[in-house]
């Protein structure tokens, strides 16, 4: 199956190595969405019943998923754990077609309009030259559709009041200059076929306190999605 349209991936892993480097003191409060769970649990009321979709069906839901996110706009939710210990957040917005406005940890702040990128700097926004590739990964939608592998249905249950199918898979991301596997479970609308949480296992890149060292770390992420037509997202001025 051939997908033309290339959906973008917020490439999680700068976000901590650029943001870090640029935060404000006063931010305004991030919405937040509580993940329900942070382990794949289907059991007692919970499960609904619905026919086993094959591999090959599958396949296409998951890649398809990810394109029809680009013709809406919404806001994720993540929190990543890192091997050290480390917690990070990050909140993203989405306004088609290429509008970003990025919240790590509730202090450092981002947005994107098309290729230009600002950064909120003691209280003001200021233009920063930044390479786009290294926060937003262009060709995620070929990396996964080249590099997705050992697809599992998992099984149905509710999330939100919303029936989803669960599914597990393996795929490589785009960690600095090189690729990196990763190991994902996710939930997909029943009826939509829409992103709605995703569990990632993978290694993110990040900033040793002591020596400034930028390195891969291992992660584990809990990413929650909202659809949200209000989002709006305008030039800083």
Not at 5 to 12: A, D, S, V
Not at 126 to 148: F, Q, T, Y
Not at 202 to 207: D, E, H, P, R, S
Not at 219 to 232: F, M
Request: charge should be negative; aromatic fraction near 8%.
């Amino acid at each position: 199956m051939s997908h033309k349209k290339r959906y973008q991936l917020i490439t999680g892993c700068l976000l901590l190595v650029w943001l870090a480097a640029c935060t404000s003191q006063n931010q305004k409060s991030p919405s937040s969405i509580e993940p329900t769970s942070t382990l794949v649990a289907l059991s007692g009321e919970n499960i609904l019943s619905v026919p086993t979709p094959e591999t090959a069906a599958l396949r296409d839901m998951i890649l398809e998923s990810f394109e029809k996110q680009e013709l809406l706009s919404w806001r994720y939710n993540s929190t990543t754990v890192l091997s050290n210990g480390e917690k990070h957040t990050t909140l993203v917005e989405f306004q088609p077609p290429r509008r970003y406005h990025i919240v790590s940890d509730g202090k450092s702040e981002l947005t994107i309009i098309d290729e230009q990128v600002y950064a909120l700097q003691n209280d003001q926004w200021i233009h920063v030259s930044i390479p786009i590739d290294s926060i937003i990964d262009s060709e995620a939608s070929e990396r996964l559709e080249k590099s997705i592998k050992d697809i599992l249905y998992i099984g149905s249950e509710y999330l939100n009041e919303k029936a989803m199918l669960v599914s597990h898979y393996y795929a490589m991301q785009k960690t600095g200059d090189a690729e990196t596997p990763i190991e994902v479970t996710l939930w997909i609308g029943y009826e939509d076929h829409m992103p709605y949480k995703m569990l990632v296992k993978g290694q993110t890149l990040a900033i040793d306190g002591q020596t400034g060292e930028v390195k891969g770390i291992d992660s584990n992420s809990t990413v929650l999605y909202e659809y949200d037509p209000t989002i709006e997202i305008a030039t800083p001025k």
